[in-house]
């Protein structure tokens, strides 16, 4: 069952913003404060790497290559993940997902395709 839904992802230009979305479905709202949470990115031939976590406690991590660009954050009111991307590259295109863990429980979106073109 889909337990997380992605949004936001679209077609941008080289050095523009997007904001992705990660709403929690019913089933994991009442858990969704203790959760930890992230996205992942995928590009075509290429593994699924980390790009941004947060412990429910709010503090971020960031990989290497999307520090300075990158924020995660998190409104618990409204059960939503953000992934907000600024100065965008070519090689950020890839389809993201958001991702959420509690108690050993994996949870994920199915992705949302971003592109940047040159």
């Known amino acids: 069952q889909v337990q997380l839904v992605e949004s936001g992802g679209g077609l941008v230009q080289d050095g523009g913003s997007l904001r992705l979305s990660c709403a929690a479905a019913r089933s994991i709202l009442s858990t969704f404060r203790s959760m930890d949470i992230g996205w992942y990115r995928q590009a075509p031939g290429k593994d699924r790497e980390l790009v941004a976590s947060m412990a429910d406690g709010g503090s971020p991590n960031y990989a290497d290559f999307v520090k300075g660009r990158f924020t995660i954050s998190r409104n618990n009111n409204k059960k939503t993940v953000y992934l907000q991307m600024n100065s965008l590259k070519y090689e950020d295109t890839a389809v993201y997902y958001c991702?959420?863990?509690?108690?050993?429980?994996?949870?994920w979106g199915q992705g949302t395709q971003v592109t940047v073109s040159s």
């Open positions: 991702h959420a863990e509690y108690l050993g429980g994996h949870y």
